[in-house]
């Protein structure tokens, strides 16, 4: 054994002390690097005299990165001779190639930078680019002329001034700004300052979300504080004397605001990257922490001042959605989680969680709010109109009475106060007796209610009405009740589904309040068209647009002559609830739908109706236990292409499935799915599909960008961004008159010339939401509230 390892010694000292055997290394690693080098000179010069330099750009960093390896490998070989000799033959041909068109290749990325500047909104910074451009140019004429470089073809010269022309358009980008203003308040709570002027503090939907302050008597605007990176609160709750906490979406966000110095603080993401929303809150004065519950992991976390966020993990494992939360002195957070709706009793001490929903309401939607008052827990249920109550201690259900307010007030005079249909009502803590108080006289639901001491007014109960500008007050001395509008600041709509008709017209539709727009190119001016609901997809059939709504996956006929509006199919006894994929088959009346369901539902549907004779067929649950939500038409194949979401059902694991890619016939509804292979794994979203000229599916699974060929499968494929996030689908795709490929996918969008697979990001700032066509040719992509036009 010693004797076998000593010659293993041996022969690795003589290899490395060998000159002779070292130089003959070096010299065949510079050959080795010399071939790749002359193979990838020899594709860049087919790209160069076939004038696409597009391809060149391609194939560029690493033709000049091997280059770059190929000079430090000779730089290994000894022997002038030998160094020269492999200079000469490798080297030298291809710094020719790379000077011939180094300044063509600076010109491109230097449009492209100028054309994402604009599409950024950056014109500032375009432009100076463009007097860059000027003098490169200039550059590159005394550089070739002094360098004796071969001509390029006239093709290059061609789309480089093509591509200048363009960018130098000055309608490139246009700006439409937003199409939708509105005011919807979310929540909104009442308070006072510390010298007592009574406060309404309304958090605002809107891009960004809005805290709006009010004196609740006179409406001056006291305040107006944007909450930056959001699109409205879901919650606000008092904490210590004058602060405010604000719970937020998309970025579960945690704000602070107090009213006396009129200071709005970002503490910070309240849990992980997956969770979005922070649904509800709760401030406990014993711990002096304010407490909150998430989706999408169903997580509940507290704050403390000076500490900072703690996260509680995951209330239930699977459930996702936790909605509302109360805290008990006993050192218990109660939260109401789904789906399938639950009522958790969590001991902050122990650890132990206990379901304590009698099985009776573990049907229900939700459940809507939590409220703990001495040592009752008050649960209002969704959708029924009740409210149970419980003892915090023994976590027994004690009963329940109807009501439609979210919730209870705080305790006065040993009640508590709560809205049924059109009246308020009292509720003692003791005796459980319920009064009508206020007979009638509630126009709205009662989404929250506040407790103000006047001073010598006495106490007045103050509540929010619905998710517009009104509100009540009733003073118990007076027995006065009154409800008014607060005057409230308009608010740009993030905009959740663009579309165009036949006639080049851009639709939005907002999100949440389903209100409509119009934008008309030929008068350049938007016009509102009231509410559909929220449209998810789209499609225009001769001269009317059909959109589709949620909720209950309906189909609604516009009529843009009269502004006409009619529900022509509703899917919700089919457990439906977003038609997130419409298309219309071209030369048909029949329009493809790709659903979403409910809530608490397995499976989306596919439905085919003949908008003509208003025939209907429902393929439910086409793909077992997910969702359809991108559908597109090969007219080279007669087929109807669709992906699938994973979330298609409750509680999936995303690491243990796969989204689908399939096919049906499209003149046979009926056929069964023919689902299709694909190499990739662990997909959650087939999010976009569109069909080239020549039959090529392309389309994004994810973050990858890939084309399918019917006949051979995937044959190419990208990632366009690292990862998606978030349980809807994100991405958009089209293929552009000019024949390229544009879309938008976790924010970015981007550009892909099909034929030499040359990626262009256009846009950087990952706002991008959606990117669609009219029928002329226009591009438009929304970044949330405004419309941007793209003239290609």
């Given at each position: 054994?010693?004797?076998?390892?000593?010659?293993?010694?041996?022969?690795?000292?003589?290899?490395?002390?060998?000159?002779?055997?070292?130089?003959?290394?070096?010299?065949?690693?510079?050959?080795?690097?010399?071939?790749?080098?002359?193979?990838?000179?020899?594709?860049?010069?087919?790209?160069?005299?076939?004038?696409?330099?597009?391809?060149?750009?391609?194939?560029?960093?690493?033709?000049?990165?091997?280059?770059?390896?190929?000079?430090?490998?000779?730089?290994?070989?000894?022997?002038?001779?030998?160094?020269?000799?492999?200079?000469?033959?490798?080297?030298?041909?291809?710094?020719?190639?790379?000077?011939?068109?180094?300044?063509?290749?600076?010109?491109?990325?230097?449009?492209?930078?100028?054309?994402?500047?604009?599409?950024?909104?950056?014109?500032?910074?375009?432009?100076?680019?463009?007097?860059?451009?000027?003098?490169?140019?200039?550059?590159?004429?005394?550089?070739?002329?002094?360098?004796?470089?071969?001509?390029?073809?006239?093709?290059?010269?061609?789309?480089?001034?093509?591509?200048?022309?363009?960018?130098?358009?000055?309608?490139?980008?246009?700006?439409?700004?937003?199409?939708?203003?509105?005011?919807?308040?979310?929540?909104?709570?009442?308070?006072?300052?510390?010298?007592?002027?009574?406060?309404?503090?309304?958090?605002?939907?809107?891009?960004?979300?809005?805290?709006?302050?009010?004196?609740?008597?006179?409406?001056?605007?006291?305040?107006?504080?944007?909450?930056?990176?959001?699109?409205?609160?879901?919650?606000?709750?008092?904490?210590?004397?004058?602060?405010?906490?604000?719970?937020?979406?998309?970025?579960?966000?945690?704000?602070?605001?107090?009213?006396?110095?009129?200071?709005?603080?970002?503490?910070?993401?309240?849990?992980?990257?997956?969770?979005?929303?922070?649904?509800?809150?709760?401030?406990?004065?014993?711990?002096?922490?304010?407490?909150?519950?998430?989706?999408?992991?169903?997580?509940?976390?507290?704050?403390?001042?000076?500490?900072?966020?703690?996260?509680?993990?995951?209330?239930?494992?699977?459930?996702?959605?936790?909605?509302?939360?109360?805290?008990?002195?006993?050192?218990?957070?109660?939260?109401?989680?789904?789906?399938?709706?639950?009522?958790?009793?969590?001991?902050?001490?122990?650890?132990?969680?206990?379901?304590?929903?009698?099985?009776?309401?573990?049907?229900?939607?939700?459940?809507?709010?939590?409220?703990?008052?001495?040592?009752?827990?008050?649960?209002?249920?969704?959708?029924?109109?009740?409210?149970?109550?419980?003892?915090?201690?023994?976590?027994?259900?004690?009963?329940?009475?109807?009501?439609?307010?979210?919730?209870?007030?705080?305790?006065?005079?040993?009640?508590?106060?709560?809205?049924?249909?059109?009246?308020?009502?009292?509720?003692?803590?003791?005796?459980?007796?319920?009064?009508?108080?206020?007979?009638?006289?509630?126009?709205?639901?009662?989404?929250?209610?506040?407790?103000?001491?006047?001073?010598?007014?006495?106490?007045?109960?103050?509540?929010?009405?619905?998710?517009?500008?009104?509100?009540?007050?009733?003073?118990?001395?007076?027995?006065?009740?009154?409800?008014?509008?607060?005057?409230?600041?308009?608010?740009?709509?993030?905009?959740?589904?663009?579309?165009?008709?036949?006639?080049?017209?851009?639709?939005?539709?907002?999100?949440?309040?389903?209100?409509?727009?119009?934008?008309?190119?030929?008068?350049?001016?938007?016009?509102?068209?009231?509410?559909?609901?929220?449209?998810?997809?789209?499609?225009?059939?001769?001269?009317?647009?059909?959109?589709?709504?949620?909720?209950?996956?309906?189909?609604?006929?516009?009529?843009?002559?009269?502004?006409?509006?009619?529900?022509?199919?509703?899917?919700?006894?089919?457990g439906q609830d977003r038609p997130t994929a419409?298309?219309?088959?071209?030369?048909?009346?029949?329009?493809?739908i790709g659903t979403t369901p409910r809530s608490?539902?397995?499976?989306?549907?596919?439905?085919?109706?003949?908008?003509?004779?208003?025939?209907?067929?429902?393929?439910?649950?086409?793909?077992?236990?997910?969702?359809?939500?991108?559908?597109?038409?090969?007219?080279?194949?007669?087929?109807?292409?669709?992906?699938?979401?994973?979330?298609?059902?409750?509680?999936?694991?995303?690491?243990?499935?796969?989204?689908?890619?399939?096919?049906?016939?499209?003149?046979?509804?009926?056929?069964?799915?023919?689902?299709?292979?694909?190499?990739?794994?662990?997909?959650?979203?087939?999010?976009?599909?569109?069909?080239?000229?020549?039959?090529?599916?392309?389309?994004?699974?994810?973050?990858?960008?890939?084309?399918?060929?019917?006949?051979?499968?995937?044959?190419?494929?990208?990632?366009?961004?690292?990862?998606?996030?978030?349980?809807?689908?994100?991405?958009?795709?089209?293929?552009?008159?000019?024949?390229?490929?544009?879309?938008?996918?976790e924010g970015t969008l981007f550009k892909v010339?099909?034929?030499?697979?040359?990626?262009?990001?256009?846009?950087?700032?990952?706002?991008?939401?959606?990117?669609?066509?009219?029928?002329?040719?226009?591009?438009?992509?929304?970044?949330?509230?405004?419309?941007?036009?793209?003239?290609?």
């Amino acid at each position: 054994m010693k004797v076998a390892l000593a010659s293993t010694l041996l022969v690795s000292v003589l290899s490395f002390t060998n000159p002779a055997l070292a130089a003959n290394t070096s010299y065949r690693d510079a050959e080795n690097v010399g071939k790749q080098l002359v193979q990838k000179n020899q594709l860049v010069v087919e790209s160069i005299n076939v004038g696409d330099l597009e391809k060149v750009d391609v194939l560029y960093d690493d033709f000049t990165n091997t280059i770059g390896k190929m000079e430090r490998a000779i730089g290994k070989v000894s022997g002038s001779s030998n160094r020269s000799k492999l200079l000469t033959q490798y080297v030298n041909p291809s710094k020719v190639t790379k000077e011939r068109v180094i300044y063509e290749i600076s010109q491109l990325r230097l449009l492209e930078s100028i054309e994402r500047s604009f599409l950024d909104g950056s014109s500032s910074k375009g432009n100076s680019d463009l007097r860059k451009l000027d003098r490169l140019k200039k550059r590159a004429i005394e550089i070739k002329k002094a360098g004796g470089y071969a001509q390029l073809p006239a093709r290059i010269s061609t789309y480089l001034t093509n591509t200048e022309n363009r960018v130098r358009k000055g309608n490139l980008v246009t700006n439409l700004g937003p199409q939708l203003t509105n005011i919807n308040v979310s929540t909104a709570t009442f308070g006072t300052t510390s010298n007592g002027e009574p406060l309404m503090l309304s958090l605002l939907q809107g891009l960004p979300g809005t805290l709006a302050v009010t004196n609740l008597y006179t409406k001056e605007l006291v305040d107006v504080e944007a909450l930056p990176d959001t699109t409205t609160g879901w919650s606000i709750e008092q904490g210590a004397s004058g602060l405010y906490y604000i719970g937020t979406t998309p970025n579960e966000l945690l704000y602070k605001y107090d009213v006396n110095s009129k200071k709005l603080t970002k503490l910070g993401k309240a849990t992980t990257k997956n969770n979005t929303v922070i649904w509800d809150l709760d401030y406990s004065s014993s711990t002096k922490a304010v407490y909150g519950v998430t989706s999408n992991e169903g997580k509940a976390f507290k704050y403390e001042e000076g500490k900072g966020f703690y996260d509680y993990g995951t209330i239930v494992s699977g459930k996702k959605d936790a909605k509302s939360v109360a805290y008990a002195s006993n050192n218990t957070l109660f939260a109401g989680i789904g789906s399938p709706v639950d009522l958790i009793a969590f001991d902050l001490n122990s650890k132990k969680k206990q379901s304590i929903l009698p099985s009776q309401y573990k049907g229900e939607k939700s459940i809507q709010s939590l409220d703990v008052v001495d040592n009752l827990l008050f649960v209002k249920v969704n959708p029924t109109a009740k409210i149970l109550y419980f003892d915090v201690n023994s976590k027994k259900y004690l009963g329940e009475f109807p009501a439609s307010s979210f919730g209870v007030s705080e305790k006065h005079d040993n009640v508590v106060y709560y809205g049924y249909e059109n009246s308020i009502y009292s509720f003692n803590l003791s005796t459980k007796e319920r009064k009508e108080i206020i007979k009638g006289k509630v126009p709205s639901t009662v989404t929250s209610f506040s407790l103000l001491n006047e001073g010598s007014n006495g106490y007045t109960l103050v509540g929010k009405l619905g998710n517009n500008e009104r509100y009540f007050t009733y003073n118990f001395d007076s027995h006065v009740f009154q409800h008014d509008l607060m005057t409230l600041p308009a608010q740009p709509i993030e905009l959740h589904h663009i579309g165009a008709d036949n006639s080049g017209n851009i639709y939005s539709s907002g999100f949440l309040n389903g209100s409509l727009a119009v934008y008309s190119p030929s008068t350049n001016k938007t016009a509102t068209k009231g509410t559909t609901g929220q449209v998810e997809g789209s499609a225009a059939i001769n001269g009317k647009m059909y959109l589709g709504v949620y909720p209950q996956a309906k189909i609604i006929e516009y009529q843009p002559q009269n502004d006409q509006k009619t529900e022509i199919l509703n899917l919700k006894n089919y457990g439906q609830d977003r038609p997130t994929a419409v298309i219309n088959v071209p030369g048909t009346n029949k329009l493809y739908i790709g659903t979403t369901p409910r809530s608490g539902y397995e499976g989306g549907a596919l439905a085919i109706l003949d908008v003509g004779n208003n025939k209907t067929t429902v393929k439910n649950k086409l793909i077992p236990n997910q969702s359809i939500v991108s559908l597109a038409y090969s007219k080279n194949q007669g087929k109807v292409y669709g992906g699938t979401s994973i979330f298609g059902q409750p509680n999936v694991d995303p690491a243990k499935t796969n989204a689908v890619l399939f096919t049906v016939p499209a003149n046979n509804p009926n056929a069964a799915p023919v689902q299709l292979k694909m190499p990739f794994k662990n997909i959650r979203f087939y999010s976009a599909i569109t069909v080239a000229n020549n039959g090529v599916v392309w389309g994004l699974a994810d973050e990858i960008l890939y084309a399918y060929d019917p006949s051979k499968g995937v044959i190419f494929s990208r990632k366009i961004v690292n990862d998606v996030s978030g349980h809807a689908p994100n991405g958009s795709l089209i293929i552009g008159k000019d024949g390229y490929l544009y879309g938008a996918v976790e924010g970015t969008l981007f550009k892909v010339n099909p034929n030499n697979k040359k990626l262009v990001i256009l846009r950087s700032k990952k706002d991008v939401k959606q990117v669609i066509q009219d029928s002329n040719g226009t591009i438009y992509f929304h970044d949330g509230a405004r419309l941007w036009k793209y003239s290609i």
